[in-house]
């Protein structure tokens, strides 16, 4: 930075207060903030300020760069305040061919032709061909306050409503159309919200902005509030309301709502369309609001949905022609003529037959592209001998139309680091496909959605520089940039952005699935909480685990697509089987829904998927790797498992049922005042399923082996059985049988087991010395569930015989529930299912005798569906016969280990 030293002190520090006030004058002319000036000029905030402050000169060079962004933005605008800037730091004025590069050729809204971007008002000069669609439009405005302008992608649409009638009215082609009040906005502006766009473009008006705070009683800054008001409106006449608020407090005499590119309001809940579409049509009723609209022509069958609006596009509709071939050549000679350049006929003729004689989709904004390209490499040409940039030699040495697509589209070496995923990553969030026509087009992105990934940021950038073009950046009435394609028209001509669009069709439209299915199971819960009476399962809108994993899968293949989904997506698409843990985790969840969830955990996998419930070592080749990576990582087992410690080998504990274990620690039980102590042992989590069961079925050395049945009394008719789903816990089940399951799972711990007399496992002697596993005696089923306390937490008593604690009698099920359903209701040791489903056998009969051979009754503990709450708690005592075989009566298991174990 150069400092003036031929200065006197003092009169150096006047010289330093006018730059820097100079500088801050036509900053904030341009609207912009230091940061932002600093931004586009490629220098540091500190150094905007420093100049600003006095405390640093800039030098010519830095002038001329933050004159060209001021020149831009137009903070400056003219050469005489651009050299008043120059002198202040002492520097010479602008020569002519300064001027010609800041004012014609830098500054964007001075180029002659813009490329794929549209036309706005501040390119009027520029803009030509289209007077006969402005003063139509301009008289349907004047006849019936409404102008519908609609065409196909690349007609003009956009380019003549805001370089076209806009400008016109400002100049006052209508009378008195110099004093309307336009409030011009865009459906999308990235905010996910039609009312919050249209509130910043009432935020943009001066005029608005003081009518909504001295009138109405509104923080025009605060724009989310405005829309709420809005929103609420459910009668849909405020907004007529304020504009005719505005016309009768203000000079203006009418209110223009100019809505560009209308169809994107159709993206929006169905809901929210006729919400908005009621406020315009009730502001069109006004006598002093006029409606000028944007709309493709593919989208004109979707206004069909809503008959208000089909009522008012009805007085007045515009279908923009072709250009004739005069005015086509208008357009393309008309810049050059302003900027001093003419146009060789031929170049005319031969551009028009590249391009399907002008009537092809896009051939606007391509024209306008092909002469923006020869004007951008005017050097070039000069270097090559070509002195006339839109000559034939020059369009031909660029390599015509194509080529200079392919040019500027492929191999782009401001992406030469860049992969191709982090481009499909960009494109994703600007392009969308219609829901119904899956036809692609534009998406307004805010430019702060790539702020938190600098490799995308960096693409953004150089796809929209000035060399390149292929993005615009635009400052929304809001303040914050919105980034767009420069033209629908490059989602066709460019190959490989319209070869991803077409791969990606189908991966997209399923993210949409996601994200509709998501807002209907969000709909559903809201609902659900705030009316409890609700008969509506938000459940039923979840996806089951087969299509979340075929989601999945697909978003292997198409990982760009990842940065569409919210986090409230993410929170729909989980493992179905964590949704449903969460459901039995809430103590709400009613009884039938938790008999629905354990149906579906049987199904979810082969038999279910918690821990405790199947085989030890079953192969799970229908369960995806991902969801049990999932579940393993996610749930944590209370318990203890002996099968996977190492006491047995694989082959041996092959097909094995997996038990959790909970531990009882010793401790004293008293039950009809008998006192008995329960050494340290083990009780199984949960009752043995049928999965389990299945397995002593099917094992060649289990059920119908001899050794088990040696106890007198069993009979030969106990050698039948019943199965349900895998995780029902076993009923139809005796005494005798459970007993049989115990000596066999006990013969695979034994590896040393006698199978001709494994009944001396069961002696009252080797109760408390074996190791083996067993029924639970009546006192360690009660120290499982108590720990020697009067009541095992939640468990149902007098008090609580309503709370969703078990299934019971006045649960109203009527049948048993799969085991593990009601996990807030946890025993002492942490066992489930203790109270209520089934009752369970003890090894015990009902006078305390632990004698196999007992002909009385044997215990039973925990009560089972068919009881009232009263009976399933954990003192209360019954016994039925060891022969009986009831669809309510199961088993749990316990185990010991040596005393020096």
């Known amino acids: 930075m150069s400092q003036v030293n031929s200065h006197p002190d003092v009169q150096r520090d006047v010289v330093q207060r006018d730059v820097g006030s100079l500088l801050y004058q036509f900053r904030k002319r341009a609207d912009l903030t230091q940061q932002e000036l600093a931004y586009r000029a490629y220098f540091g905030r500190s150094t905007i300020s420093d100049y600003e402050n006095g405390q640093m000169i800039p030098n010519r060079d830095n002038l001329l760069r933050l004159i060209h962004v001021l020149c831009k933005a137009r903070g400056i605008r003219t050469r005489a305040e651009a050299d008043d800037l120059l002198t202040a730091a002492q520097c010479s004025p602008l020569n002519d061919e300064e001027l010609f590069e800041i004012f014609f050729v830098k500054c964007e809204s001075r180029r002659p032709y813009l490329g794929l971007p549209a036309y706005n008002k501040e390119n009027h000069d520029v803009f030509f061909g289209r007077n006969q669609e402005v003063s139509a439009l301009c008289r ?9 302008l609609v065409g196909p992608s690349g007609s003009g649409k956009s380019s003549i409503l805001k370089a076209g009638l806009l400008h016109s009215l400002d100049m006052g082609v209508l009378p008195g159309s110099e004093q309307w009040e336009a409030i011009d906005f865009h459906p999308d502006t990235g905010t996910g919200d039609v009312f919050t766009a249209l509130c910043n473009g009432l935020k943009n008006s001066s005029c608005f902005c003081a009518i909504l705070n001295n009138h109405l009683e509104l923080n025009a800054d605060n724009v989310e509030q405005v829309a709420d008001v809005l929103r609420q409106d459910r009668k849909g006449q405020l907004l007529r309301k304020w504009c005719e608020t505005l016309v009768e407090h203000t000079p203006c005499t009418s209110v223009l709502l100019a809505i560009d590119q209308f169809e994107e309001v159709f993206r929006y809940d169905p809901g929210v369309c006729s919400q908005f579409f009621q406020q315009i049509t009730s502001a069109w009723q006004s006598p002093v609001v006029r409606i000028a609209l944007t709309l493709r022509a593919d989208f004109l069958m979707h206004c069909y949905r809503y008959g208000d609006l089909i009522d008012i596009l009805n007085h007045s509709t515009h279908l923009p022609h072709i250009p004739r071939p005069d005015l086509l050549v208008d357009m393309m000679t008309g810049p050059a003529r302003i900027f001093g350049y003419s146009v060789e006929d031929r170049l005319v003729t031969q551009l028009l037959s590249d391009l399907n004689g002008g009537l092809g989709r896009g051939t606007l904004p391509l024209i306008s592209f092909v002469f923006d390209t020869l004007w951008q490499h005017r050097v070039t040409l000069k270097k090559a001998n070509i002195d006339q940039p839109f000559s034939v030699e020059a369009y031909e040495y660029l390599g015509k139309i194509h080529k200079m697509l392919l040019r500027l589209t492929h191999n782009l070496p401001g ?22 026509s899956q036809v692609p087009v534009s998406r307004r992105v805010k430019l702060s959605e790539f702020a938190d990934h600098p490799e995308l940021l960096q693409i953004v950038q150089y796809l929209a520089s000035p060399k390149v073009r292929l993005l615009t950046v635009d400052a929304e009435s809001s303040g914050e940039p919105v980034v767009e394609l420069a033209h629908e028209v490059l989602i066709d001509v460019w190959a490989s952005l319209s070869n991803w669009v077409n791969a990606i069709r189908v991966p997209m439209q399923e993210v949409y699935d996601v994200k509709r299915a998501t807002i209907l199971w969000q709909n559903a819960r809201e609902k659900a909480a705030s009316t409890p009476a609700s008969q509506q399962d938000p459940a039923i809108y979840l996806w089951p685990q087969g299509r979340i994993d075929q989601f999945e899968d697909l978003l292997k293949d198409h990982a760009e697509l990842c940065d569409l989904l919210t986090e409230q997506d993410h929170h729909f698409l ?21 008999f629905t969830v354990g149906k579906r ?17 079953k192969s799970n080749s229908s369960i995806r ?6 579940i393993r990582r996610e749930i944590s087992s209370d318990g203890r498992r002996f099968w996977a410690g190492g006491l047995l080998d694989n082959k041996l504990t092959e097909n094995l049922p997996d038990i959790i274990w909970c531990e009882i620690p010793a401790c004293s039980i008293a039950i009809d005042d008998q006192q008995f102590y329960v050494p340290s042992c083990y009780i199984s989590k949960y009752p043995i399923t049928c999965e389990q069961w299945q397995s002593f079925v099917r094992a060649p050395d289990g059920y119908y082996h001899p050794a088990w049945w040696q106890i007198p009394g069993h009979g030969q008719a106990q050698r039948k059985g019943y199965f349900s789903d895998g995780n029902m816990p076993k009923t139809h089940v005796s005494w005798y049988q459970a007993l049989a399951f115990c000596l066999w799972l006990s013969s695979r711990l034994e590896k040393h087991l006698d199978l001709d007399n494994p009944l001396h496992l069961h002696r009252k002697s080797d109760i408390a010395s074996c190791k083996w596993i067993r029924l639970p005696t ?3 089923w ?25 299934n019971v009698e006045t649960s109203a099920i009527y049948q048993t529930t799969a085991v593990g359903m009601y996990p807030h209701a946890k025993a002492a040791c942490g066992a489930l299912d ?3 489903n089934v009752w369970e056998w003890c090894l015990n009969d009902s006078s305390f005798d632990t004698a196999l051979t007992s002909k009385k009754r044997r215990s039973v503990r925990g009560g089972s569906y068919r009881v009232h709450p009263v009976n399933a708690r954990s003192a209360y005592r019954h016994a039925l016969p060891g022969t009986l075989q009831a669809d309510d009566v199961g088993f749990r298991l316990l185990y010991r280990f040596h005393s020096g174990e």
């Open 574 to 594: 989980r493992p179905e089987y964590l949704r449903l843990m969460e459901e039995l985790n809430d103590p709400q969840t009613t009884h039938h829904r938790r």
């Open 415 to 436: 992406l030469s680091s860049a992969n191709e995923l982090a481009l499909k990553r960009v494109f994703v969030r600007l392009v969308r496909l219609d829901g119904e």
């Open 834 to 836: 203790m109270i209520g």
């Open 625 to 630: 790797q991902s969801q049990s990576r999932i």
């Open 782 to 806: 009660q120290a499982a569930m108590t720990y020697g306390e009067a009541f095992a937490p939640g468990e149902i008593s007098h008090d609580l015989p309503s709370l969703p604690h078990a």
């Open 140 to 148: 349907q405005l004047a006849e019936h306050h409404l102008a519908l």
């Open 778 to 780: 009546e006192w360690e």
């Open 601 to 617: 955990l049987n199904v979810l996998g082969d038999c279910d998927l918690r821990p405790g419930i199947g085989l030890a070592c």
